[in-house]
């Protein structure tokens, strides 16, 4: 085979482990940033602890654009309280303030009227059909803390898919070519 064919042997075999290495080291980050993410679901009790504010309802308190940090505990909801909740039926949550709060004497449960502070109703028309008052399932968490404008970054890229794929191909091509 001679010097030429062992030379390139040892060049493959090193692209080979280059190879590996980058591919594990990306799989660590991935495997790491889902451990983060699970590690801020157990420590907040919120099922979703980080959001971004999409719209401009709840102006002048936040912007479009800002990150919330929610946190869910047994306290009970108060009037005034900035809460993320699911209505039935959407995909998307709505970060709005707690306008009134009612419970129910005989079953204890508390339903929440919500309205955004930019809104000139409250959210009973954003609510499922028929539902007059949001029960507690439906509540994601409160918001506890605020990034302004952050958020930006995942409205862009939601509403220009073209600008994600190509900051993961920019990102990609960056793992695939570095050099450890």
């Not at 949550?93 to 409250?122: A, S």
């Not at 994601?140 to 073209?162: K, S």
């Amino acid at each position: 085979m001679g010097w030429f064919g062992e030379t390139m042997d040892s060049v493959k075999s090193i692209q080979i482990r280059q190879a590996l290495s980058q591919a594990l080291t990306l799989g660590l980050i991935v495997t790491s940033a889902l451990i983060i993410w699970k590690g801020l679901i157990c420590m907040t009790g919120s099922e979703s602890p980080v959001v971004v504010v999409l719209s401009e309802s709840m102006e002048p308190g936040f912007a479009r654009g800002d990150i919330l940090f929610l946190h869910m505990s047994e306290d009970p909801i108060r009037a005034g309280e900035i809460v993320v909740f699911n209505v039935d039926g959407r995909d998307i949550p709505i970060v709005h303030r707690v306008i009134k709060v009612h419970e129910r004497k005989d079953t204890g449960e508390v339903y929440v009227l919500t309205k955004g502070d930019n809104n000139d109703e409250d959210d009973r028309a954003l609510y499922a059909r028929g539902q007059h008052w949001l029960q507690r399932r439906h509540i994601m968490g409160r918001a506890v803390g605020f990034l302004p404008y952050v958020g930006w970054v995942t409205i862009i890229m939601t509403e220009r898919p073209i600008i994600k794929y190509i900051l993961i191909g920019a990102l990609g091509l960056l793992v695939i070519t570095s050099k450890d």
